[in-house]
Each structure stands twice: as structure tokens, then as C-alpha cells.
């Protein structure tokens, strides 16, 4: 009796000396995998910051021990959300500004920036987020009520789209602007000669060049600010769509000292110098970081009129939007872009800018496979030009859909309006689509761009039947869209995207199963626990 007894003891050690140890196992999980077969899964296993193993909690727990389990007691488990197209850095910088997004009158944006001046005391004051078509007057407002409240402090605030600017006077004589000033990509606003401190486009670039440069430290805070709201919000990595050399040394160094645990694919502001430098230094890839394409700009925005059109709008007749950038500068871009590892990512909103830039990538791609060129917004889009995104990648912000439907089909006419966020028969030609949502254009939360993309509706149910819901995608595509699909567009696919073994754990818990979950609510569903490299982070 004694002999099987110390037996039996010489097995069961043996048999725990053969679990391998590992640094987490997460059990008792709702996991949607997103692995090609869409596949659920109960535990996994992380070491060093991969999935080493997924299954059946019992098989996890049996084949393996950790320093630390997480019960999550049948929670939701989801690969950690990808934003293919957002301004991460611009976020952070707006904590910094005044915020006047959701006014819904001129009366209250001038209010916001006079209590934000009393508490600040800024010799420049800066923000973003009005929307005249909020508004009950639906025009582009002047700057009169600015020049008395503000005669001596230049104020420059920018329309939520980032396409617009309104400027005081003495915003526009610290940039030297006069009503004889050329226009170059866009528009200077006048009234019967005299300026009213509206720039669109281009001429943007005029008073942004007089406004002073955030600090180091600001600039520091800033991505730090970006990545708490991000983390909260269940966003593991963020497609940053323009950002200059030294923000993204920036973040590089931060990434590496253990300041920024965000992970991020950079976009590169597209400008000559940029190209030459970055194509000559090579693709940059570290744990975090990801520099391989380039961010460049082909029109405006719908919302002020800016999106370049074959016809003009329907509600400004002979007004056809505006190429920002020079068709010559485009087609230079792409075939410089084109002999390099890089990828280019095009803002392309009207129907004219699609096609233009449809047919120059696939101009400048011939023979050339694997590219994944895409093209950002891909907003309205002629009904024959859909076939050039066989080979092109759409990636596109479903709350745009949303957010634009009460006025949009104002803009371009009913005939138009059917190749508007037409996400399905894009997803249709290319067979993948990249979802994000422009933040901080739109809200962060990708609750909001799951909701949208699935309903196509506001919070307020509106409209009953969903926006051009035919365009609607299943909850399947959508969670592809912010997570493997998202990964593929930025050549991540293998990394990350999905949970599978060899994959990092980033990885998110919810509150309610998302693939379940009654429509309606969507939006409010809530992060309990987010993780980037198998660390906790929320």
C-alpha cells in the first residue's frame, strides 16, 4: 500500500513537472477568435507577449500553469480593436485646445472660446470641432463676433473635418493675408471683397504656419493623453493618418523607453523630402512601431464643400470642390512610392478624387503585386468606378456614413448619393475592407463604428430602417474590419488581428458579446480589461 501510494505521488509531481509554465492563461472566455474559420474558443495561453496555446479551458489548465490566471467568468474576449484611419496624435494635441464640437449654434462655439480664453489665457487660442450643418443656420460663419471679443489674440479653430478654419483678424494679419492673396488647393472665403476668415484647404496651411508649436513636453503629453482614451476604448493599435519626422521619433523613443505602450502604424506626411528620406531608409518596423506607407492628400472634405466632384454639387451650382493636391505632384508621388517597399494611402472623399487617384495607382502598379495601396474614405464613388477596387484597398470610417446622412445627399443629389459609403460593394470588389473612424473627426469609441457599420443609424434610431442600409455589414465582416482585415491593411496580418498561437496577445474583455448583443446596444457596450503584449493596460 505504502509502494502505490508513493506511486501515485511520483505520477501526479511528474505530471505537474510536465505543465509548461507560462506568463497568463486566461480562462472561462466568450473568445471569437477571428482566426480563418472564425472560430470560438474558451482559454488561451500567453508567454513573453504571444498566444502560445487556445482552446477548452480544461485543456489550457491542464497542459499548462501561470503566474497569473484570469477568470474572466465568461466575459467576452475579442482581438484588441485596429482604427485603420485616425489622427492619434492631433487627439492628444485637442486636450490641449478648446473643444467646440456638438455646438449647435455659432452663439455657443464664441462662448466655449471666451470661457476657454478666461481660464487659459493663451496669447493664441486653438481648437477644432464646429459643424455649421449643426447649426440652424447652416452657413459658414464670419469673424466679426471674434475681432471685438478678441482684437489683439489671434484665434484659428478648425472645423471637425479639419477641410476648414475660421480665423480672427488678428490671426490673419499675423499670416499677412490680404483679399489679393493667392489661392492654391482650396478656397479663401470673401464677402463682397473682404475676408470672412473662413479658409478651406490649402489656404489652411497659411495661418497654421503663425501658430506656435506645441513644447516637447506638450507634444509628450499629448500622445500620452491620446493613448489613455485609446486603451480605454478597447484600441490596441491606431493607424496614425499624417504625421511628420520628428513625431514619430518621438514616439519611437518613447515606445522604446516604456513611456508609450501604444502600438502604431505611422502614415507618413507625403512631401518630397519625406519620400526620399524614408524610401532610402527602409521600412521601420519594431514591436510597436510600423513606418512603411505615406499619407497624402488628393481633395478636400464633403461637410465644407471641398471633395473634388465630376458635376457640380447640387446645392452650390458650378461649385466642383478642389484637387488639393496637384495632379502632377500626385502622379510624382505615386510613382516614386510605387519603386519602394512603401505603401500610399490616399484621402479621396468626392467622386472626381476616386477616380483620379483609381486610375493613377493602377497606372503606376502594373506588375507590381502584394502593393495594398489604399485609398482613405473612398467617400463617393462613381457606380462605374467601383471595379478599379479590385486590387485597391478601401479603408473607410463607418460613422462618416452616420454623421454625414442628414445632409449628404444635399451635397451631391439622390442619383449620386447610392455610391456614398458604400461599404458593402466595396467589400464586394476587393474582398476585404479596413475600418477606423477619422478620430478625432468622429468620436473614438469603436462602438460607434461597429453600431454604425452594422445599423447604419444614429443612437436615436434614426433612420428607422437604417441609412442605405443595403450597404449595411454583417457583424462578422465588421469585427474583421477593426481587427484582422485592419492588420492586413497595414501588412500586420501574420502579427496581430486575430487570436491565434504565435500571434501577440493583445487582446480585449467585454462586458457584453458583441456578436450577440441586441443592436441598440452596441454603442454602450464597455472595456472591462484591455492588453497589449499580454500586459494590462486598462
Given at each position: 500500500?505504502?509502494?502505490?501510494s508513493l506511486?501515485?505521488?511520483?505520477?501526479?509531481?511528474?505530471?505537474?513537472?510536465?505543465?509548461?509554465?507560462?506568463?497568463?492563461?486566461?480562462?472561462?472566455?466568450?473568445?471569437?477568435?477571428?482566426?480563418?474559420?472564425?472560430?470560438?474558443?474558451?482559454?488561451?495561453?500567453?508567454k513573453?507577449?504571444?498566444i502560445?496555446?487556445i482552446?477548452?479551458t480544461?485543456d489550457?489548465?491542464?497542459?499548462?500553469t501561470?503566474?497569473?490566471?484570469?477568470?474572466?467568468?465568461g466575459?467576452?474576449?475579442?482581438?484588441?480593436?485596429?482604427?485603420?484611419?485616425c489622427?492619434?496624435?492631433?487627439?492628444?494635441?485637442?486636450?490641449?485646445?478648446?473643444d467646440?464640437?456638438?455646438?449647435?449654434?455659432?452663439?455657443?462655439v464664441v462662448a466655449?472660446?471666451?470661457a476657454?480664453?478666461?481660464?487659459?489665457?493663451?496669447?493664441?487660442i486653438?481648437?477644432?470641432?464646429?459643424?455649421?450643418n449643426?447649426?440652424?443656420?447652416?452657413?459658414f460663419?464670419?469673424n466679426?463676433?471674434?475681432n471685438?471679443?478678441?482684437?489683439n489674440?489671434?484665434?484659428?479653430?478648425t472645423?471637425?473635418?479639419?477641410?476648414a478654419?475660421?480665423?480672427?483678424?488678428a490671426?490673419i494679419?499675423?499670416?499677412?493675408?490680404?483679399?489679393n492673396?493667392?489661392?492654391?488647393?482650396?478656397?479663401?472665403?470673401?464677402?463682397?471683397?473682404k475676408?470672412?476668415?473662413?479658409?478651406i484647404?490649402?489656404?489652411?496651411?497659411?495661418?497654421?504656419?503663425?501658430?506656435?508649436?506645441?513644447?516637447?513636453k506638450e507634444?509628450?503629453?499629448?500622445?500620452?493623453?491620446?493613448?489613455?482614451l485609446?486603451f480605454?476604448?478597447?484600441?490596441?493599435?491606431?493607424?496614425?493618418a499624417?504625421?511628420?519626422?520628428?513625431?514619430?521619433?518621438?514616439?519611437?523613443?518613447?515606445?522604446?523607453?516604456?513611456?508609450?505602450?501604444?502600438?502604431?502604424?505611422a502614415?507618413?506626411?507625403v512631401?518630397?523630402?519625406?519620400?526620399?528620406?524614408?524610401?532610402?531608409?527602409?521600412?521601420?518596423k519594431t514591436?510597436?512601431?510600423?513606418?512603411?506607407?505615406?499619407?497624402v492628400?488628393?481633395?478636400?472634405?464633403?461637410?465644407?464643400?471641398?471633395?473634388?466632384m465630376?458635376?457640380?454639387?447640387?446645392?452650390?451650382?458650378?461649385?466642383?470642390?478642389?484637387?488639393?493636391?496637384?495632379?502632377?505632384?500626385l502622379?510624382?508621388?505615386?510613382q516614386?512610392?510605387?519603386?519602394?517597399?512603401?505603401?500610399?494611402?490616399?484621402?479621396?472623399?468626392?467622386?472626381?478624387a476616386?477616380?483620379?487617384m483609381l486610375?493613377?495607382y493602377?497606372?503606376?502598379?502594373k506588375?507590381k503585386?502584394?502593393?495594398?495601396?489604399?485609398?482613405?474614405?473612398a467617400?463617393i464613388?462613381?457606380?462605374?468606378?467601383?471595379?478599379?477596387?479590385?486590387?485597391?484597398?478601401?479603408?473607410?470610417?463607418?460613422?462618416?456614413?452616420?454623421?454625414?446622412?442628414?445632409?449628404?445627399?444635399?451635397?451631391?443629389?439622390?442619383?449620386?448619393?447610392?455610391?456614398?459609403y458604400?461599404?458593402?460593394?466595396?467589400?464586394?470588389?476587393?474582398?476585404?475592407?479596413?475600418?477606423?473612424?477619422?478620430?478625432?473627426?468622429?468620436?473614438?469609441?469603436?462602438?460607434?463604428?461597429?453600431?454604425?457599420?452594422?445599423?447604419?443609424?444614429?443612437?436615436?434610431?434614426?433612420?428607422?430602417?437604417?441609412?442605405q442600409?443595403?450597404?449595411?455589414?454583417?457583424?462578422?465582416?465588421t469585427?474583421?474590419?477593426?481587427?484582422?482585415?485592419?492588420a492586413?491593411?497595414?501588412?500586420?496580418?501574420?502579427?496581430?488581428g486575430?487570436?491565434?498561437?504565435?500571434k501577440?496577445?493583445?487582446?480585449?474583455?467585454?462586458?457584453?458579446?458583441i456578436?450577440?448583443v441586441?443592436?441598440s446596444?452596441i454603442?454602450?457596450?464597455?472595456?472591462?480589461?484591455?492588453?497589449?503584449?499580454?500586459?494590462?493596460?486598462?
Amino acid at each position: 500500500m505504502k509502494k502505490l501510494s508513493l506511486l501515485l505521488l511520483a505520477i501526479t509531481t511528474f505530471s505537474c513537472t510536465q505543465k509548461e509554465k507560462v506568463d497568463t492563461v486566461v480562462i472561462n472566455a466568450n473568445i471569437y477568435t477571428v482566426n480563418p474559420n472564425f472560430d470560438k474558443a474558451e482559454a488561451f495561453a500567453v508567454k513573453e507577449g504571444e498566444i502560445v496555446a487556445i482552446g477548452t479551458t480544461q485543456d489550457i489548465q491542464t497542459k499548462y500553469t501561470a503566474t497569473q490566471v484570469n477568470d474572466v467568468q465568461g466575459k467576452t474576449i475579442v482581438p484588441g480593436f485596429i482604427d485603420a484611419h485616425c489622427h492619434f496624435y492631433g487627439l492628444g494635441l485637442l486636450q490641449q485646445k478648446v473643444d467646440v464640437s456638438g455646438t449647435k449654434s455659432f452663439d455657443e462655439v464664441v462662448a466655449k472660446i471666451v470661457a476657454f480664453q478666461k481660464e487659459k489665457n493663451l496669447p493664441y487660442i486653438t481648437g477644432r470641432g464646429w459643424d455649421q450643418n449643426d447649426w440652424e443656420v447652416k452657413e459658414f460663419p464670419t469673424n466679426e463676433k471674434l475681432n471685438e471679443l478678441f482684437p489683439n489674440t489671434p484665434i484659428a479653430i478648425t472645423r471637425i473635418d479639419g477641410h476648414a478654419l475660421l480665423a480672427n483678424n488678428a490671426a490673419i494679419e499675423l499670416a499677412k493675408i490680404t483679399p489679393n492673396t493667392k489661392e492654391e488647393g482650396g478656397f479663401i472665403i470673401k464677402e463682397n471683397g473682404k475676408l470672412t476668415g473662413i479658409f478651406i484647404d490649402g489656404p489652411m496651411e497659411l495661418i497654421e504656419a503663425k501658430i506656435p508649436t506645441p513644447s516637447k513636453k506638450e507634444q509628450i503629453q499629448a500622445l500620452k493623453d491620446a493613448e489613455a482614451l485609446c486603451f480605454n476604448l478597447g484600441l490596441t493599435t491606431v493607424d496614425d493618418a499624417g504625421l511628420p519626422q520628428e513625431t514619430i521619433e518621438l514616439i519611437d523613443s518613447l515606445q522604446k523607453a516604456g513611456e508609450l505602450k501604444m502600438r502604431i502604424y505611422a502614415m507618413v506626411s507625403v512631401s518630397d523630402k519625406n519620400i526620399d528620406y524614408y524610401t532610402k531608409k527602409g521600412i521601420i518596423k519594431t514591436n510597436r512601431l510600423n513606418v512603411r506607407s505615406f499619407k497624402v492628400y488628393a481633395d478636400g472634405a464633403l461637410g465644407s464643400r471641398g471633395a473634388a466632384m465630376k458635376k457640380s454639387y447640387s446645392d452650390k451650382h458650378n461649385h466642383f470642390g478642389a484637387m488639393v493636391t496637384p495632379l502632377e505632384d500626385l502622379e510624382t508621388y505615386a510613382q516614386k512610392i510605387a519603386a519602394s517597399d512603401y505603401q500610399m494611402n490616399t484621402h479621396a472623399i468626392g467622386d472626381s478624387a476616386n477616380y483620379v487617384m483609381l486610375k493613377t495607382y493602377k497606372n503606376v502598379l502594373k506588375g507590381k503585386k502584394d502593393k495594398r495601396w489604399r485609398i482613405e474614405h473612398a467617400q463617393i464613388v462613381d457606380k462605374t468606378d467601383f471595379e478599379y477596387f479590385n486590387n485597391i484597398l478601401p479603408s473607410v470610417q463607418p460613422t462618416h456614413a452616420t454623421s454625414d446622412m442628414y445632409w449628404a445627399e444635399d451635397r451631391v443629389g439622390e442619383k449620386r448619393i447610392k455610391g456614398a459609403y458604400a461599404y458593402k460593394d466595396l467589400l464586394n470588389q476587393y474582398g476585404k475592407i479596413a475600418l477606423g473612424t477619422d478620430f478625432p473627426i468622429e468620436k473614438v469609441s469603436p462602438f460607434l463604428t461597429f453600431y454604425a457599420a452594422v445599423a447604419r443609424k444614429d443612437l436615436n434610431n434614426y433612420p428607422k430602417n437604417g441609412f442605405q442600409i443595403e450597404n449595411a455589414l454583417s457583424r462578422e465582416e465588421t469585427l474583421k474590419g477593426m481587427t484582422i482585415w485592419a492588420a492586413y491593411s497595414n501588412f500586420e496580418e501574420q502579427e496581430k488581428g486575430s487570436l491565434e498561437i504565435g500571434k501577440l496577445a493583445d487582446f480585449i474583455v467585454l462586458n457584453e458579446d458583441i456578436m450577440k448583443v441586441e443592436t441598440s446596444k452596441i454603442p454602450y457596450i464597455q472595456v472591462t480589461e484591455t492588453y497589449v503584449n499580454g500586459e494590462k493596460v486598462k
